[in-house]
């Protein structure tokens, strides 16, 4: 693996741990019931996972025009944290969309 290659796995190495951080963070401020946040902390990591898919999509054009990426363990590694990232913000978004309906419950039944 070239260094170029290993700045491209470095990149999704941290787009994609960055945005399941961020995706936490959205979780935890949804609990709080600061949902502002918790939908700042959502973009953010959508904005995370957008660095990582311009990394792959470098990636897959040079794969394209015919320039080989070796797969290494390094690779797959940071694809790996990328498709996490992925699955736990998708998760994210509907535990803050519960967090919020229950809280809405909760306002309604308060006002009964």
Do not use: C, P, W
């Amino acid at each position: 693996m070239d260094e170029q290659q290993q700045l491209v796995v470095m990149q999704l190495i941290m787009a994609g741990g960055n945005a399941k951080n961020a995706a936490f963070e959205a979780i935890r401020a949804a609990k709080t019931g600061d949902f502002k946040q918790a939908k700042a902390k959502l973009k953010e990591a959508d904005h995370f996972l957008a660095e990582a898919h311009q990394a792959q999509t470098g990636m897959l054009t040079a794969e394209a025009n015919g320039d080989h990426q070796a797969v290494s363990l390094l690779m797959v590694h940071g694809q790996d944290h990328v498709m996490t990232a992925i699955t736990f913000r998708d998760l994210a978004g509907e535990i803050v969309a519960l967090y919020e309906r229950l809280g809405e419950a909760s306002k309604q039944d308060n006002l009964a």
